[in-house]
Nanobody
Framework: QVQLQESGPGLVKSSQTLSLTCTVS??????????WSWIRQPPGKAPEWIGA???????YYNPSLQSRTSISRDNAKNTVYLQMNSLKPEDTAVYYC??????????WGQGTQVTVSS
């Protein structure tokens, strides 16, 4: 069973950079076919996929967020990171880390609240 733990600052000011960490246990982030994603859900809105790190080292981004988003990872620490620049109040959301692969495995972290103050 994969376990995901998000961590990061709960409150960030507008125009600043958000840095979140997803610490993975129970499997390696280099295990075949896993996609390690960041997904957020603003209050009262549908979840929004931010981007993903593929086990093989490729990265994929939501085109609407790509210009100010960067996902990276540290294989030795079994950790995936999210960095988002130029934050706006509308970036306020619960941010989730997700692990998925086509075999049907789908795991979620508990989420971390991020509030962007104007």
């Amino acid at each position: 069973q994969v376990q995901l733990q998000e961590s990061g600052p709960g409150l960030v000011k507008s125009s600043q950079t958000l840095s979140l960490t997803c610490t993975v246990s129970g499997d390696s982030i280099t295990t075949t076919n896993y996609y390690w994603s960041w997904i957020r859900q603003p209050p009262g809105k549908a979840p929004e996929w931010i981007g993903a790190s593929h086990y093989a080292g490729n990265y994929y981004y939501n085109p609407s967020l790509q210009s100010r988003t960067s996902i990276s990872r540290d294989n030795a620490k079994n950790t995936v990171y999210l960095q988002m620049n130029s934050l706006k109040p509308e970036d306020t959301a619960v941010y989730y880390c997700n692990a998925w692969r086509p075999t049907g495995h789908n795991y979620w972290g508990q989420g971390t609240q991020v509030t962007v103050s104007s």
